[in-house]
Every structure is written in C-alpha cells, then in structure tokens.
T-cell receptor, first 115, second 115 residues
Framework: AQTVTQSQPEMSVQEAETVTLSCTYD???????LFWYKQPPSRQMILVIR????KQQNATENRFSVNFQKAAKSFSLKISDSQLGDAAMYFC????????????WGAGTKLIIKP | GAVVSQHPSWVICKSGTSVKIECRSL??????MFWYRQFPKQSLMLMAT?????????EQGVEKDKFLINHASLTLSTLTVTSAHPEDSSFYIC???????????FGPGTRLTVT
C-alpha cells in the first residue's frame, strides 16, 4: 500500500525567508500524482501545487516550488519570501494514476511564520 | 475555479438525534465525492468514497449504518450521522474530484458538536 510521510510536525521561518517542507512517499506505481495542500486556520483546504510523476521538471507556482526526486521518492515544498499568510498546516498527498481518485495523506506540517 | 459547498458549516445536536450534512459541487459535475473526518491537529481521515448512483465505499472501521452516504445526483452528496453520540463530534470535510482539471476540490467543512 502507498504511504506518505511528513517527518516535520512543525516548522518555523522568519518572514521573507525561505523554508522547505519535507515529504517522502512509498509506491510501486510508475504513474502517479503528488500534491501539496495548505490548510489555514479557516480549515479550507487549498491546493498549493501539483506534480505529475511522468514530468521531470519540478512544478512551480509563484513563490512555491517543489523538489521532486522520483528515485528517492521525495517531494519537498519550498516556500520563498515567506509571508504571514503562509502560516498554515501543509499536507502532502499522493494519488495513483488512473481512475482511482483517492488521495493518500501525510500527517501534515504546521508552518509558523515569525514576523 | 471549481467550488464545493457544504451545509451547514456548524451544527450542534443532541445525543441520539441524526444530522445531515450536504456537499454540493456548484459549477461542475462530480461523479466521485469523498467524505473525510479530521480531528484537531491531525490529518484528513477518509471515511468513504461516494459514487453517483451507486453505494458508497466505506473505509475499514467506519460504520456504514451510522454514517449514511447518499450521492443521488452529479452535484450532491449527503452524509447523515445517525444516532449521534458525543464521540461523533468532529470536523467533517467533503471533496469532489474534477475530472477535467484533475484535482480534488474541497468543501469548507462542517463542525459537528454532539451534546
């Protein structure tokens, strides 16, 4: 069975600095998708970034980028120029390819932004 | 972007009563919806997968007679917590899979308190 591991329960970063959140996963599939979701205090889940396993290029969305290491099964999220609004829980999630739409979730990392 | 609504956002009910939570995809059709439960400071726990026009698939350990799921249309899934007890108090989140954009869209969640 696929698993997703986030080994950092909590991270803190100074405003305007860069922080990297770690995520590793385990799968025997070759076709899959990886996601980072943000859950702010409102508890609304927000998609931050998505990576297709078949793509070698790392996904980027403005200040958010990933370091996707397929062989190492690692999928870290880098947040540049951290802002107070980035404070939230961040969840890494895995979805296998095909018509199984279920997401496998990591335990989450609480990100604290220090002003 | 696609929007998923949930109603109510907060409900208090007495022990032994039933409560229904609605999940709607507002601007897209969702053949597959998911129901999650989230405890404080924890990740999302998948309760069941709801498929339009067919019976829901429940995760191991989830009582299907207690958590009734109905997905009667392509835009509406409902979760009914029957004979609620205080231990059912939690935050319930629904999501719908967007087959065009290939991402999961989340409702804002429902906080259930059973007294």
């Amino acid at each position: 069975a696929q698993t997703v591991t986030q080994s950092q329960p909590e991270m803190s970063v100074q405003e305007a600095e860069t922080v990297t959140l770690s995520c590793t996963y385990d799968t025997s599939e070759s076709d899959y998708y990886l996601f980072w979701y943000k859950q702010p205090p409102s508890r609304q889940m927000i998609l931050v970034i998505r990576q297709e396993a078949y793509k070698q290029q790392n996904a980027t969305e403005n200040r958010f980028s990933v370091n996707f290491q397929k062989a190492a099964k690692s999928f870290s999220l880098k947040i540049s120029d951290s802002q107070l609004g980035d404070a939230a829980m961040y969840f890494c999630a895995y979805k296998e390819g095909g018509s199984n739409y279920q997401l496998i979730w990591g335990a989450g990392t609480k990100l604290i932004i220090k002003p | 972007g696609a929007v998923v609504s949930q109603h109510p956002s907060w409900v208090i009910c007495k022990s032994g009563t039933s409560v229904k939570i609605e999940c709607r995809s507002l601007d897209f059709q969702a053949t597959t919806m998911f129901w999650y439960r989230q405890f404080p400071k924890q990740s999302l726990m998948l309760m069941a997968t709801s498929n339009e026009g067919s019976k829901a698939t429940y995760e191991q350990g989830v009582e299907k007679d207690k958590f009734l799921i109905n997905h009667a249309s392509l835009t509406l899934s409902t979760l009914t917590v029957t004979s609620a007890h205080p231990e059912d108090s939690s935050f319930y989140i629904c999501s719908a899979w967007g087959t065009v954009t290939y991402e999961q869209y989340f409702g804002p969640g429902t906080r259930l308190t059973v007294t």
